[in-house]
């Protein structure tokens, strides 16, 4: 057995920039459902419609930009422009007077996301090598997820102390956003020698003869990743779910940060065991475990039922994320890392947008209980998927 590598500094101070972003996103992340619907009068159908053209938004301009990277050679100017525009986004969730300023709004910040998103996990990849990468994934998505339970909470508390304006917690949240940004300037640096001789050539990565350099093994991934993201529409869904048990308003954004929790403790431990096993189990009992959440979430009507769903819903994400993340790295020729993780967060942006809107056509028409029964359904067939899957 080969002996597992440090993780360099460069992969915790990346870790941290996702922290202080996250905080800032969930900050308002964990308010917009309810600011759509309760402030600006939106159906569900609109919050699944936002969430999902902002994702999908992500994904599509995370296929330019990790390729971008391959071609210039750098990662991290990139991700610098998409922290900093994520970051500036913030405030035009306070000036928003209707619900199409709100998905713009809400696409601006998703555009900053999938600017840094490719190049950044290229970047890990770049910092790594196989004894550690899973590992080094598994803790960015940990600190990430820290991030994600401490911006609610510090929603929570600025809901509570500001009487329930929304407005004000969004214009606060764009602080901890310039600090990541920041960070990842001072703290971060690149392997610029390593980087640079493979983009030597000046290939577009985009082009034919490019993408035949792909194994099978990495088109297995993407299509695991399409079919998984049908079954996992946006967490807006869960926090209308507790707002339907009787949860108070302020208290809303505790949600996400249970879901969170359980993400950040299971992320770096799951994803450290994908360095040493058959990273395919673990996405069969992530698969499992989300199957579980989303029976629970349709079956029982309780705060306490319903938190109990989140929480498994946070373990299947540490079970799978840091775990895909390994396995596109794994899969990709070194050169095309960025565009690898693009291609990735393509095809599942684009099939989070068509489960997002079912989630809210479902939603509308049937009930909360049928989005979730009909997530669990979707999970079974990724389940079937994965266990003919060769990566």
């Known amino acids: 057995m080969s002996k597992t590598s440090p993780i360099p500094r460069s992969i915790w101070a990346l870790g941290f920039v996702s922290l202080l972003m996250d905080i800032s996103s969930e900050m308002v992340h964990s308010l917009l459902p309810l600011f759509l619907t309760g402030v600006l009068g939106a159906s569900a159908v609109w919050v699944g419609l936002i969430e999902g053209v902002g994702e999908a938004t992500a994904m599509l301009v995370k296929v330019f930009s990790g390729p971008l990277s391959d071609y210039l050679g750098k990662r991290k100017p990139l991700a610098v422009f998409g922290y900093t525009l994520g970051a500036l986004s913030k405030p035009l969730f306070a000036l928003a007077p209707t619900v199409g300023w709100v998905m713009g709004a809400r696409v601006t ?17 770049d910092l790594t090598d196989h004894t550690n990468r899973g590992a080094a994934y598994g803790l960015r998505q940990s600190l990430d997820t820290i991030g994600a339970l401490l911006g609610p909470l510090l929603a929570v508390w600025l809901m509570v102390l500001l009487h329930d304006e929304y407005r004000k917690v969004f214009w606060m949240a764009a602080v901890p956003g310039l600090l990541a940004a920041s960070l990842l300037i001072l703290a971060v640096r690149e392997p610029a020698a390593e980087v640079k001789s493979s983009a030597r050539a000046r290939v577009n990565p985009l082009q034919f003869d490019a993408l035949k350099s792909f194994p099978k093994a990495f088109w ?16 807006a869904f869960l926090v209308l779910r507790a707002q339907q048990t009787g949860l108070e308003l302020a208290y809303a954004p505790m949600v996400i940060v249970v879901m969170s929790l359980v993400y950040s403790v299971s992320a770096y431990p799951l994803g450290k065991l994908s360095d040493k096993m058959d990273a395919r189990w673990l996405l069969m009992i992530g698969v499992v475990v989300l199957v579980c959440a989303d029976l629970t979430l349709g079956a029982f009507h309780s705060v306490y039922s319903v938190m109990a769903g989140v929480a498994l819903w946070g373990l299947h994400m540490g079970f799978t994320q840091g775990v895909l993340s390994a396995l596109v790295a794994r899969n990709s020729p070194k050169h095309l890392r960025g565009t690898a993780f693009g291609l990735f967060n393509l095809i599942s942006g684009l099939t989070i947008l068509g489960a997002s809107l079912l989630a809210g056509v479902l939603w509308e028409d049937f009930g909360s209980a049928y989005t979730f029964y009909t997530g669990a359904g979707l999970g079974i067939l990724v389940l079937i998927l994965i266990t003919f899957a060769r990566v």
Do not use: H
């Not at 910040?109 to 970047?123: C, F, M, Q, Y």
């Not at 297995?220 to 993201?229: K, N, T």
């Open 109 to 125: 910040d998703r555009i900053g996301k999938g600017i840094r998103g490719a190049p950044r996990d290229a970047l890990i990849a």
């Open 220 to 235: 297995w991934v993407v299509g695991i990743g399409g079919v998984f993201s049908l079954c996992r529409f946006s967490e």
